[in-house]
């Protein structure tokens, strides 16, 4: 609602990555529970405000024809620069003090200024980014009216569902592997980490290409059934060659998931100016779904084991996809119409 209501999606964007950057700083300087709980919370804070800006500029840049492909490409640099952080703060916490991290975090806020600044506010269509359409009336629709969108609640459904599968799934295997193999636990959950970065880079601008000519539901099926095989996976084998190639499957659903949600919404909310309030209501359903994923896997866990843990978040998953089936209808416009 934030990014909604603002003039410049550049200056909300920028305030959330400096509000960022300063609570990397307060993680190196202050580390004791007042001011780092402070920290975080700010940082989450800007953190959703971040998401929905830069989603913003994007749609206001290419328009709704483009934003496919946009997303992609988004999701691809995203992950390019997840692999690089990670590499660069890797290496100074290795070489140098532990809080080196946060330092490194707190500087790489000077490029990210200077690429908001190469962007020129008149390129960006405002009415545009927020999902508005042209003419004399260019009032948004009431936020309430959002809630009356069945297919976006349904959307923000099954998304919920999916990260209730999904968020526990590396942290259980990461337990899994740290039990039973101390002295290769770390390598390997780095490398399952990057592998699904790697795949993101990869196919995440061909997703949001084929988005236009496939149509946006058949891909958005196909991340949450790999998700769900995913799942099943991780319960049947417990070999680390075999768990690094299964978070192949990660990075799929994952460039799925990032391209075609915002994708999807951006086709539900066309005309409305309220494209960023829908992105955060579904966000938030997302964001609940994850936050009690590894609540739900740890209980299945520790009542029946790690097995039992990932069949249940299987379980989730296919009843994701299965409701995706039923319920969520295609969306892009020339189907439509």
């Known amino acids: 609602m934030l990014v909604d209501a603002a003039r410049s999606e550049r200056l909300v964007a920028g305030i959330a990555v400096t509000t960022i950057a300063l609570a990397a700083l307060t993680y190196a300087a202050f580390p004791l529970f007042p001011a780092i709980l402070l920290a975080a919370t700010a940082h989450a804070l800007a953190s959703c405000v971040l998401g929905p800006a830069i989603a913003a500029i994007s749609l206001g840049l290419v328009g709704h024809a483009a934003i496919g492909e946009r997303l ?13 952080a990670a590499a660069l703060m890797g290496g100074f916490g290795y070489f140098f003090l532990p809080r080196s991290v946060f330092i490194v975090t707190a500087i790489l806020l000077i490029p990210t200024l200077f690429a908001l600044r190469r962007i020129a506010p008149s390129e960006i269509n405002t009415v545009q980014a927020h999902g ?3 003419g004399p009336d260019r009032r948004a629709a009431p936020f309430r009216s959002l809630l009356k969108q069945r297919p976006l609640l349904l959307l923000a459904c099954c998304v919920g569902l999916f990260h209730l599968a999904n968020a526990a799934m590396l942290p259980l295997m990461g337990g899994a592997l740290t039990s039973h193999l101390p002295n290769w636990a ?16 990869l196919i995440a601008p061909w997703i949001g290409r084929r988005a236009h000519i496939w149509g946006r539901r058949p891909i958005l099926l196909a991340g949450f059934a790999t998700l769900a095989l995913r799942g099943m ?78 069949l249940g978040l299987g379980a989730v998953a296919i009843l994701a996809a299965a409701a995706a089936f039923l319920f ?3 969306t892009r416009p020339e189907a439509r119409a």
């Open 186 to 201: 770390t390598v390997l959950i780095a490398v399952c980490i990057v592998v699904p970065q790697f795949i993101v880079a």
């Open 72 to 84: 992609g490409r988004n999701s691809r640099f995203a992950s390019i620069g997840n692999g690089f």
């Open 233 to 310: 996976l991780f319960a049947a084998f417990t070999d680390p060659a075999v768990i690094v190639a299964v978070q192949i499957l990660d990075g799929v659903s994952a460039s799925v998931l990032g391209v075609m949600v915002p994708l999807i919404v951006a086709d539900i909310t066309r005309g409305t100016g309220r494209f960023n309030s829908s992105l955060g209501v579904v966000g938030m359903v997302a964001g609940g779904g994850a936050a009690m994923s590894t609540a739900f896997a740890g209980a299945i866990s520790d009542a029946f084991g790690n097995q039992s843990a990932f």
């Open 328 to 330: 969520i209808p295609e």
């Open 132 to 134: 508005g359409q042209s």
